[in-house]
Structure formats: structure tokens, C-alpha cells
T-cell receptor
Framework: KAGVTQTPRYLIKTRGQQVTLSCSPI?????VSWYQQTPGQGLQFLFE???????NKGNFPGRFSGRQFSNSRSEMNVSTLELGDSALYLC????????????FGPGTRLTVT | GQQVMQIPQYQHVQEGEDFTTYCNSSTTLSNIQWYKQRPGGHPVFLIQ?????EVKKQKRLTFQFGEAKKNSSLHITATQTTDVGTYFCAGSGGSQGNLIFGKGTKLSVKP
């Protein structure tokens, strides 16, 4: 089976702009979770989508949002970018949900200038 | 909220030495998972433990889940340069329906 794919792999944006990241899960996985990874805070859970519904949400501001399509592909959107949003954004899919084994994609490296 | 602490933050070993990383949760966990992230890579799922006192082995790696289901450890016997990376534990339990990751232990191995 093909692994989790994420696009784009690298992105440079300016403060105040918005960005959309895309994730295609492993075939058959209905759960897609998004994580933010930074050197200081580590891996932090953003939200999980399961069958097109947001099932869990981490402690991030409303500028971070997501959605999932009927084919399980997911997008994450960050509006009004801040310098502190610079991070590696990882998408993970799971056959069972966000509290079970996660299969991560390669991530999108976002730099906000 | 639930916190997962992991120590040490860094570990430098000579090739052939053993390595252990420890994980402690502020609350009882329903399961604990371990991941490895190579430099420049993404986290890769290694194993999941669900039972109190459970011990699982994968070749030179031994994983333990504490009796109280609040702590866990990963032990690598006779490290090799291919073991280099950051090892994360992640637990779920309590009110959250998602994994809480520890900050990770970064392992470097000197040949």
C-alpha cells in the first residue's frame, strides 16, 4: 500500500497570509489527524477527522481549521499566519482513530517570514 | 490536562552500548505507543502496549508498560549507528481522544 502523502513539501509564506496543506491517507484509513512539530513544543495534536467529521480537536486557535473529503483526503488551513506558525506540519492516518497507531506522512515544512 | 514526560532529552552512546528512554504520564493511560523519527524524517510507528506490565520485544528493542499504566520504557541493547534518531512515546487516556506525545529522546551513536 502507498503511504501517506502530503503536498506541498515546503512552503514559504508571509505574515498575514493564509495557507492550505493537503494530505492523502493510506488507502482504507478513514481517520486523518494533523500535528504541528516544532523544536520547542514537540509534536502537538491539532485535530482529527473521521468520515468527514471533526472528531477531536487540540488546543490551537481558530485560525487553524481543516476538513476531510469523501475520499478521506484532508486539508488543513491556517489563516492570518504568524511567525510562530513556522513548523513541520505532519498528517497521520489510522485505521482506527487518533488514539491508535498513527502512520505519518513526510510533512510540510512551513516557513513564515 | 494530561501530560507525558520523557527523559532523558538527549543521549549520546558509543556503538555497542545499551540505551534506555523513560516515559511518564500524569494520568493512567489506556495504551502507550512508541515512535522513531530519523533526522530529517517523519515519526514511524514502532509498537503499541495496552496491558498493565506488558513487555514486548522487537529484535534488540524491549518495550515495557508499567503496572500502573502510567509509565513506560524503551531499551535498546547493543546500539548500532542505524538506531540514531529521536524516540517518542505517546499515550492516550483520560478525556482526550487523541495521543499526547512526549518531547522525545534524541539518540546519537558514536561508531
Amino acid at each position: 500500500k502507498a503511504g501517506v502523502t502530503q503536498t506541498p513539501r515546503y512552503l514559504i509564506k508571509t505574515r498575514g497570509q493564509q495557507v492550505t496543506l493537503s494530505c492523502s491517507p493510506i488507502s482504507g484509513h478513514r481517520s486523518v489527524s494533523w500535528y504541528q512539530q516544532t523544536p520547542g513544543q514537540g509534536l502537538q495534536f491539532l485535530f482529527e477527522y473521521f468520515s468527514e467529521t471533526q472528531r477531536n480537536k487540540g488546543n490551537f486557535p481558530g485560525r487553524f481549521s481543516g476538513r476531510q473529503f469523501s475520499n478521506s483526503r484532508s486539508e488543513m488551513n491556517v489563516s492570518t499566519l504568524e511567525l510562530g506558525d513556522s513548523a513541520l506540519y505532519l498528517c497521520a492516518s489510522s485505521p482506527r482513530g487518533s488514539s491508535y497507531e498513527q502512520y505519518f506522512g513526510p510533512g510540510t515544512r512551513l516557513t513564515v517570514t | 490536562g494530561q501530560q507525558v514526560m520523557q527523559i532523558p532529552q538527549y543521549q549520546h552512546v558509543q556503538e555497542g552500548e545499551d540505551f534506555t528512554t523513560y516515559c511518564n504520564s500524569s494520568t493512567t493511560l489506556s495504551n502507550i505507543q512508541w515512535y522513531k523519527q530519523r533526522p530529517g524524517g517523519h515519526p514511524v510507528f514502532l509498537i503499541q502496549l495496552v496491558k498493565s506490565g506488558e513487555v514486548k520485544k522487537q529484535k534488540r528493542l524491549t518495550f515495557q508498560f508499567g503496572e500502573a499504566k502510567k509509565n513506560s520504557s524503551l531499551h535498546i541493547t547493543a546500539t548500532q549507528t542505524t538506531d540514531v534518531g529521536t524516540y517518542f512515546c505517546a499515550g492516550s487516556g483520560g478525556s482526550q481522544g487523541n495521543l499526547i506525545f512526549g518531547k522525545g529522546t534524541k539518540l546519537s551513536v558514536k561508531p
